[in-house]
Structure formats: structure tokens, C-alpha cells
């Protein structure tokens, strides 16, 4: 059974900075897709960014240059570094992962986590 742990949420005021974390246990297939995505009270969840199994990334232009993703495979480890925080990434943060890319970028990833509350004060 795969698990996603996420973690780091937290308050922070604008133009701060957080680092969320996520714990994949269950698999060790480094070949997975994984994502953040992110839900704002009664808005849709969407996609922030992805990353290939070979490191490639992408991002939500809203995040670009503000933003990184990145993994561990030695660790089964995804991180987000958040930086210049704004009130507007206010959200429910959630980790996905995915054999396929195309479905993890649809936001049908088979696997989430339960979710981190990042909330960002102006």
C-alpha cells in the first residue's frame, strides 16, 4: 500500500518562505512522477509543479521563479521550497504521484497524501 506523507505547513506572513515535504512509503519506484497541487477553500485543487523521474520539472506560471520542487529517490522524499510568499498561495497543499506523467498532470494522480495548510498573512 503507498503512502504520502506531506509536512512543513504552517503560517507564515507575506514574503516569507516555507519547505513542505513528502514521504512516499509502500514503493520504491524511482521512476514515478510526483506533483504538488493545491486546493483554496472553494476553489478547484490544481497543479503547482511536477517533476519526471529524471529530474525534469514544471511549474504553474504563478509560482515560476518563486518556487521549487525537487526529490530525493535515495530518501522517497518530494519537496516544495517556497519562497516570497503571497496571500494568494493561501491553500491545502497535497503530494501526487503517478506511474504516468499525463495522469498526474490531469490531477489524477493514483496516489495523495492527506494535505498540508500553508496560509500566507499580508
Known amino acids: 500500500q503507498v503512502q504520502l506523507v506531506e509536512s512543513g505547513g504552517g503560517s507564515v506572513q507575506a514574503g516569507g518562505s516555507l519547505r513542505l515535504s513528502c514521504v512516499a512509503s509502500?514503493?520504491?519506484?524511482?521512476?514515478?512522477?510526483m506533483g504538488w497541487f493545491r486546493q483554496a477553500p472553494g476553489k478547484e485543487r490544481k497543479r503547482v509543479a511536477t517533476i519526471f523521474s529524471d529530474g525534469t520539472t514544471s511549474y504553474t506560471d504563478s509560482v515560476k521563479g518563486r518556487f521549487t520542487i525537487a526529490r530525493d529517490n535515495a530518501k522517497n522524499t518530494l519537496y516544495l521550497e517556497m519562497n516570497s510568499l503571497k496571500p494568494e498561495d493561501t491553500a491545502m497543499y497535497y503530494c501526487?504521484?503517478?506511474?504516468?506523467?499525463?495522469?498526474?498532470?490531469?490531477?489524477?494522480?493514483?496516489?495523495w497524501g492527506q494535505g498540508t495548510q500553508v496560509t500566507v498573512s499580508s
Open positions: 509502500g514503493y520504491t519506484d524511482s521512476n514515478y512522477c
Open positions: 501526487a504521484a503517478d506511474p504516468s506523467f499525463s495522469t498526474l498532470w490531469i490531477g489524477s494522480a493514483k496516489y
